[in-house]
């Protein structure tokens, strides 16, 4: 987020380098289900970032002291892997990814019935295949549909996008090179039904009404992610329905 560059992010006529409009999302492609042997997964392709999620338990909590006697804790692990950036990532944990494991798992604490599961874990592991800006939010989208795939009780799924500044236009889900160079980056995440929020950060700068016009094109763009989730999950039921009734 320098705010500094030759590169022109959004031309005269409002399209910017990927060809979108400044509210238009990237294409997502969201899968149910992908792996046999996790309890729930979930598959997600939002413009150039994939991410696999992978979701254990609820089972009981590892290390012990980690347990909660009232409900369970929700343990997230992002990870980014070495080569899903241009410029080789170092493998393993690092401060980014702990602050983003953090900030999911509180996200998805704030719909998952964790008090109907006192002292259990349920982990959930975020892969990072390939970045392009916008990769926590599309790990905690990915989670909520592993949670729910996983059949883990949930007050509603999470649908969470960013919205920002690029070229002083107000853009909806920010590309790396806008995220890079552009003047401003919000993630939110929402609970649909209620419409909070359960994930809002800001970096770089904008006016109050540039944050206003951002927000409610972020809210509608998560209600449409929100479809998507729950389209990938009703095919997912619809397909292990039909297998077992030809068992
Ligand atoms: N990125 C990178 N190397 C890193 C961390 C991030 O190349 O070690 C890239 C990656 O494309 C990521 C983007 O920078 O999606 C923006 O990172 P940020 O920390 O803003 O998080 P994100 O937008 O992915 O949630």
């Known amino acids: 987020m320098s705010g500094h560059t030759d590169m022109v992010l959004v031309n005269d006529d409002g399209i910017r380098i990927d060809g979108r409009k400044c509210d238009e999302k990237r294409p ?31 089972r009981e909590c590892r290390p012990k002291h980690m347990q909660d006697p009232t409900k369970a804790v929700i343990q997230v692990r992002y990870n980014m892997q070495a080569y899903s950036v241009s410029d080789r990532k170092r493998p393993g944990t690092d401060r980014r990814s702990v602050e983003i494991s953090k900030l999911i798992s509180e996200a998805l604490s704030s719909v998952v019935m964790t008090e109907l599961y006192p002292r259990a874990s349920i982990d959930v592991y975020i892969e990072i295949l390939q970045a392009n800006a916008g990769t926590r939010c599309a790990g905690l989208s990915a989670a909520s549909v592993a949670l729910a795939d996983a059949g883990i009780p949930m007050r509603d799924l999470v649908p969470a996008i960013a919205c920002g500044k690029a070229d002083g236009h107000v853009v909806l889900d920010l590309n790396k090179e806008e995220d890079n160079y552009g003047q401003a980056d919000v993630p939110l995440a929402i609970i649909p039904s209620t419409d909070e929020i359960v994930l809002l950060q800001m970096d770089g700068n904008m006016t109050r009404e540039e944050l206003d016009r951002g927000l409610d094109m972020a809210f509608g763009a998560a209600h449409e992610l929100n479809e998507i989730q729950r389209d990938a999950l009703k095919r997912r039921y619809t397909e292990k329905a039909s297998k077992e009734a030809s068992e």
């Open 28 to 58: 997502i492609k969201i899968e149910a289900g992908v792996l046999k042997n996790a309890d729930g997964s979930c598959y997600l392709e939002i413009g150039k970032n994939k991410v696999l999620c992978a979701v254990y338990g609820p």
